[in-house]
């Protein structure tokens, strides 16, 4: 048996890359048009949903190092939650891709920097969250890698409904 020596943040970063690829390939060769099409019953949209998971790995980024504070629970955060779920007028799917790789850039800076993946942060009080938990970054990480990958599906089956093509096979 052959082993190798890779570090818990090589992998944990490596398999967050593994589902943004999927996700970013499942938008290649769209137009600005089509990243706006809606070809199933959701309202999702493949630039919706990249412009989402762009802003929830940055909230969950923030998360590890300001803790709550950096999700509050309030009407205007909601109404932003919502507003990302869609592309705005004026925006486009290239620079909602590069944003979406600027932020990637700065997750890997962040957990490289981190003194340990276990650094702990309380969850924010919301009807989704138990009280009284906590997570380490490490579960956030786990979490960014979970979301990243549900979207990435989604994102398959509405581009294969716009034109055929599959992220695989």
């Not at 996700?23 to 019953?41: F, K, M, N, V």
């Not at 600027?102 to 993946?117: I, K, Q, W, Y």
């Not at 942060?121 to 997570?135: R, T």
Request: charged share 25%.
């Amino acid at each position: 048996m052959t082993t190798t020596t890779i570090d818990e943040r090589t992998d944990l970063l490596a398999s967050i890359a593994g589902s943004r690829r999927f996700l970013r390939y499942t938008a290649q060769g769209l137009t600005d048009e089509q990243a706006t099409t809606r070809s199933t019953t959701s309202e999702l949209t493949i630039g919706g949903l990249i412009k989402h998971v762009t802003a929830v790995e940055r909230s969950w980024a923030r998360f590890i190092v300001e803790g709550p504070s950096a999700m509050p629970f309030d009407e205007e955060s909601m109404n932003q939650h919502m507003a990302d779920f869609h592309m705005g007028d004026g925006e486009t799917l290239a620079d909602l891709l590069d944003d979406y790789a600027a932020a990637a850039r700065e997750t890997e800076e962040l957990v490289h920097g981190l003194p340990s993946l276990d650094v702990v942060q309380p969850l924010p009080e919301a009807p989704w969250f138990e009280k009284g938990v906590e997570w380490s970054a490490r579960k956030v990480l786990l979490h960014i890698l979970a979301e990243t990958a549900q979207h990435a599906g989604h994102a398959d089956i509405i581009r294969e409904a716009i034109d055929g093509q599959k992220t695989m096979g």
